[in-house]
């Protein structure tokens, strides 16, 4: 993970000005259709801000993360919000949003790192909150391009999913990069519930 950190506060101009101004509103707006009027967010690996931006300007409160540094300071500049420096290992919070967008972000977790942020990330959103998550459609897991990738398709994801029985895929599907000129790299999307508690 130090690596591919160390990529991010290297290459944070290059990287938002490659992501920033990209149109993403049709896979924004499918997200923000689940939660309640101006609900709480947390993005979760937020980068250049691009995100965290459109969802304050639809009225929604968001926290904003990420573990690079610089990337932190753009996208503070970009969103308005103080955005904050940390790892996703170290999400703590208990029932507090009513979603969480990790956008290409939990992808560079080694798939042992990703078990317990799962299992965090379930625990931080409501119960009958959502978690939107992106990753590279394959089964290839190492470096590419000086980052961590761990890819999924939908059978793999499922797989790795079923040790917790608390939440469901609500929605699953393939794009290509929404970035001009990578429009081939596909990217598996999923919308993924906390489920109420089963009563008796």
């Given at each position: 993970m130090?690596?591919t950190?160390?990529?991010?506060?290297?290459?944070a101009?290059?990287?938002v000005?490659?992501?920033?101004?990209?149109?993403?509103?049709?896979?924004q707006?499918?997200?923000?259709s689940?939660?309640?009027e101006r609900g709480?967010?947390?993005?979760?690996?937020?980068?250049?801000?691009?995100d965290?931006?459109?969802f304050?300007?639809?009225?929604?409160?968001?926290d904003a993360?990420?573990g690079?540094e610089?990337l932190c300071?753009?996208?503070?500049?970009?969103?308005?919000i103080?955005?904050?420096?940390?790892l996703?290992?170290e999400?703590a919070?208990?029932?507090?949003?009513d979603g969480?967008?990790a956008?290409?972000?939990i992808l560079h977790l080694?798939?042992?790192e990703?078990?317990p942020?799962?299992?965090?990330?379930?625990?931080a959103?409501?119960?009958?909150?959502?978690?939107?998550t992106s990753?590279?459609?394959?089964?290839?897991e190492?470096?590419?391009?000086d980052?961590y990738?761990?890819d999924?398709?939908?059978?793999?994801?499922?797989d790795?999913i079923?040790?917790?029985?608390?939440i469901?895929?609500?929605?699953?599907w393939?794009?290509?990069d929404?970035?001009?000129?990578?429009?081939?790299?596909?990217w598996?999307n999923?919308?993924?519930?906390?489920?109420?508690?089963?009563t008796?």
């Amino acid at each position: 993970m130090n690596e591919t950190i160390n990529y991010y506060d290297n290459n944070a101009e290059i990287f938002v000005a490659g992501t920033l101004d990209v149109e993403f509103g049709i896979i924004q707006n499918r997200f923000l259709s689940l939660l309640p009027e101006r609900g709480y967010i947390l993005d979760f690996g937020c980068g250049s801000g691009r995100d965290t931006k459109y969802f304050l300007s639809r009225g929604y409160d968001v926290d904003a993360i990420d573990g690079s540094e610089k990337l932190c300071e753009i996208a503070s500049i970009n969103t308005g919000i103080k955005v904050r420096q940390m790892l996703f290992s170290e999400l703590a919070e208990n029932s507090k949003y009513d979603g969480i967008w990790a956008c290409a972000s939990i992808l560079h977790l080694t798939r042992k790192e990703l078990e317990p942020v799962m299992a965090k990330m379930i625990k931080a959103v409501k119960q009958g909150g959502y978690i939107y998550t992106s990753f590279k459609y394959g089964e290839f897991e190492g470096f590419r391009n000086d980052r961590y990738f761990t890819d999924f398709t939908e059978k793999t994801y499922r797989d790795f999913i079923n040790e917790y029985p608390d939440i469901k895929i609500i929605e699953e599907w393939v794009t290509g990069d929404a970035r001009p000129g990578r429009e081939d790299e596909k990217w598996l999307n999923l919308i993924i519930q906390r489920l109420e508690p089963i009563t008796k």
